[in-house]
């Protein structure tokens, strides 16, 4: 059997004694990343003597979708890397493979997007404040998928979820860098059915156990709290090169202006300092977690709701109740 080496996004083929290609995913490449780790997958099934229909119904799948593997045509799931890997005995090359390759570029978007994908593909430090949604890089594959379906369906909708989820990959080393979120409390509000939140309220606990990620949430009802006027992102490179990112609804926005960055960096510790602290946000994440947890699986309003507001009044209560003076008993008198 050839000889499959699979240090970095670079992949080395060799089969007979002799190199058969040597390419990658960079920019000027002849062939994409995804058509790579088809050839791979190629590979080892002719190793194994298996047709495309014979790996398809031993995964199983369509033969259609092995031949666009294969191609370069369709970004391959995880799942369907390491079913190869344990039917064509690989070793785990696959799964190596998969989770080395930046499927991002194989999906179109936008320029601006692209540019902020590579700018976290690169960064050594990322704070990051959102509201209404949570960010792509602490998103689950239903929440994403629910999110992404406003815009695209089928096989686009598949290979956006999986785009973005590949983003995630170097927050999620174990040397991955630091990444602290606050997220305003309207981002643990229902995207998709409850099912979808509950489980997105628990991929959030999980990733706030890693040593590099952290996540507060700043509560609804804290009105001293001073929060960007939108979502924006803070990201410090290579070489102390610093970055604002902010989104709207059609493009992004980027600024190295130093000033403009330390005056965002400032409020934003303000923020983070006067927020509740993880542990303290972890609590509020598990709170919404079980109250989606009571719900029935429908995208209605949410008991999470409910205990906000009950929150938020017993906020207001202790703060600006008027105090009634109690009548007390005078002091006794003597009997003349």
């Known amino acids: 059997m050839g000889r499959i080496n699979v240090s970095g996004v670079r992949v080395v083929h060799c089969h007979g004694g002799g190199a058969v290609s040597r390419r990658n ?31 398809a119904g031993r995964i199983p799948c369509d033969r259609s ?30 799964m190596r493979l998969w989770g080395r390759i930046d499927w991002y570029p194989q ?39 629910a999110l992404l379906s406003q815009k695209a369906c089928g096989e686009l909708l598949e290979d956006r979820v999986r785009a973005r989820l590949s983003r995630q990959q170097r927050f999620l080393a174990a040397d991955g860098p630091l990444y602290i979120a606050v997220l305003d409390e309207s981002c643990l509000r229902p995207v998709g059915p409850s099912v979808v939140m509950r489980d997105q309220c628990a991929h ?30 803070l990201i410090t490179l290579p070489h102390s090169e610093q970055w604002i990112y902010s989104e709207s609804l059609s493009r992004g926005y980027f600024n190295n202006d130093p000033n403009a960055y330390a005056q965002q960096c ?15 946000s972890a609590a509020l994440i598990r709170e ?49």
Not at 34 to 46: D, I, Q, Y
Not at 76 to 88: H, I, N, Q, V
Request: hydrophobic share 35%.
């Open 204 to 233: 959030l606990l999980s990733l706030g156990q890693r040593p590099n990620i952290r996540i507060q949430v700043a509560p609804a009802d804290r009105y001293d709290l001073v929060r960007p006027n939108s979502s924006m992102s």
């Open 65 to 94: 979708h092995v031949a666009r593997v294969e191609a370069g045509t369709r970004v391959p799931t995880d799942g369907f890397a390491k079913s190869c890997d344990e039917l064509l005995a690989t070793g785990g090359v696959l």
């Open 266 to 280: 400032q409020a934003y510790d303000v923020l983070r300092a006067d927020a509740p602290s993880a542990p303290e």
């Open 25 to 55: 995913g960079s920019a000027g490449s002849g062939v994409s990343t995804a058509a790579v780790f088809g050839e791979v997958l190629k590979h080892f099934r002719e190793a194994a003597l298996l047709t495309q229909e014979g790996l």
């Open 288 to 336: 919404a977690m079980e109250a989606y947890g009571r719900n029935d699986g429908q995208p209605r309003r949410s008991d999470l709701d409910q205990e906000q507001l009950q929150r938020k009044r017993r906020g207001q209560l202790h703060r600006s109740s008027p105090r009634f003076p109690r009548s007390r008993p005078g002091p006794r008198q003597q009997s003349p």
């Open 107 to 145: 999906v179109e978007h936008p320029d601006w997007f692209q540019r902020r994908a590579e700018m976290d593909a690169n960064a050594v430090k990322l704070y990051e404040y959102q509201d209404m949604v949570v960010p792509g890089l602490l998103q689950s594959a239903d929440y994403a998928r």
